[in-house]
């Protein structure tokens, strides 16, 4: 399985953006997405995660309201939209693949593949 995300850029304080991931690869509607998040020095955090099979959607606490996750069987896609951006969401944007049977996890060592990520910087 291979991932692309795109979408990433140079946004104000409250604007949104909208990150997309798509897979590629015979089996990868086998397994679920999730969007991870790494600050300049920091941990990659957990921030969204949908299931291919029925797109059940999770999201981390401190950032529900402001996300929305879907997506798109047909284009083997998934979006991230985030609203009402703050500084503190400046970040590279990564997206990953698990198997199926893993549920959504939100550790970064129970995903398979990743994409390269794509930067979201937001200026206050």
């Known amino acids: 399985v291979q991932l692309q995300a795109s979408g990433g850029g140079l946004v104000q304080a409250g604007d949104s953006l909208r990150l997309s991931c798509k897979a590629f690869?015979?089996?990868?509607?086998?397994?679920?997405i999730g969007w991870f998040r790494q600050a300049p020095g920091k941990e990659r955090d957990f921030v969204a995660g949908?299931?291919?099979?029925?797109?059940?959607?999770y999201y981390a606490d401190s950032l529900k309201g402001r996300l929305a996750i879907s997506r798109d069987n047909a284009e083997n896609t998934v979006a991230l939209q985030m609203y009402s951006l703050k500084p503190e969401d400046t970040a590279v944007y990564f997206c990953?693949?698990?198997?199926?049977?893993?549920?959504?996890?939100?550790?970064?060592?129970?995903?398979?593949?990743w994409g390269q990520g794509t930067l979201v910087t937001v200026s206050s």
């Open positions: 949908i299931t291919w099979s029925s797109g059940r959607t």
């Open positions: 690869g015979r089996t990868s509607r086998t397994y679920n």
């Open positions: 990953a693949a698990v198997p199926g049977f893993r549920g959504v996890p939100i550790t970064t060592t129970m995903y398979d593949y």
